[in-house]
């Protein structure tokens, strides 16, 4: 594979939508250029509502943007063509099916790809193991905690090997102990596989802790990338202890300088509305 091509290219992305009044359309993004590097781990910040998931959900091939291009490893993503097929997805809310058990759920994909079952099985439980849930194949998600349920839907969408992971405020729902374990999981099996990972998160120190690259928004309307920051922090990370350290502190400093207008603007825009 050539390294250069990036793996996830978004190109002077616009994107309208009609407005909610019934009045002219809004432009929720505007020429926003985004590039994921194959392997690099690169974290969206903005203020709320700025457009995140609207560029995420372009990147996924969910959305078709009004104008701009997406490329995944050099190949056009065509959204109206459907979903991009090299990502996998995790999503603030999980995915998982209430009336399958954890088992069921982790394997799930690979059964709607045709895998037989024993062999979906074999794997599923080797996933399981992975994220710490051995011996939990026989829970349904209502009998687990938050945390579990996030580890299992990370097993259900990394038994699938997808080379793109996209990932939507995938732990905010958690409590603060437990996103900070899911976090540091979470840096641990991407590790051992490097995948190339867009993380969209409101959370700066979330968003540095984990990432090597961070591109801040704009507040909406017409949003667009207004800076992009290389996080020269070393690995392996525990994310509650990096948080301390001088790096990344200073980094913090200097993200939040470029971000804070920009978090202003949206607060004075939601009080207005
Ligand atoms: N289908 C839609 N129709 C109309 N407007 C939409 C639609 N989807 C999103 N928007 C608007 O586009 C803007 C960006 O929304 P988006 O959900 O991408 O923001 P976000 O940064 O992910 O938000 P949050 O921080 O709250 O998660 C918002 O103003 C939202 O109301």
Avoid at 220 to 239: E, N, Q, S, Y
Avoid at 241 to 265: D, N, Q
Wanted: glycine share 10%; with cysteine; aromatic share 6%.
């Amino acid at each position: 594979m050539n390294s250069s091509v990036p793996a996830l290219k978004l190109e002077d992305i616009t994107c309208r939508f009609a407005a909610r009044d019934g009045g002219g359309a809004y432009t929720a993004v505007a020429n926003a250029s985004l590039s994921i590097a194959e392997g690099e781990f690169v974290s969206v910040v903005g203020p709320t509502g700025c457009g995140k998931s609207t560029l995420l959900n372009i990147a996924a091939g969910l959305l078709a943007p009004s104008q701009g291009s997406v490329s995944v490893f050099g190949q056009p993503l065509i959204a109206a063509d459907g979903v991009n097929r090299r990502a996998g997805y995790m999503f603030q809310a999980d995915a998982l099916m209430p009336w399958r058990t954890g088992i069921d759920n982790v394997i799930a994909g690979l059964e709607f790809r045709g895998v037989p079952r024993a062999e979906a099985v074999g794997q599923g439980e080797a996933w399981l193991r992975r994220v710490g849930l051995a011996g939990f194949g026989d829970r349904y998600p209502h009998q687990m905690s938050g945390g579990m349920r996030k580890r299992l839907a990370l097993a259900q969408t990394l038994i699938l090997s997808p080379d793109i992971l996209l990932m939507d405020e995938p732990f905010s729902a958690l409590d603060v102990q437990t996103r900070q374990l899911m976090e540091n999981e979470l840096l641990a099996l991407w590790a051992e596989d490097r995948k190339s990972v867009l993380f969209i998160t409101h959370d700066l120190e979330e968003a540095i802790a984990l990432s090597d690259r961070v591109v801040v928004l704009s507040a909406g309307p017409a949003t667009r990338p207004i800076g992009d920051f290389k996080v020269d922090l070393p690995r392996p990370r525990d994310v509650s202890e990096i948080r301390m350290t001088p790096g990344f502190l200073a980094l913090h400093r200097e993200i939040w300088a470029a971000m804070k207008e920009e978090v202003l603007k949206a607060y004075a825009a939601q009080k207005a509305a």
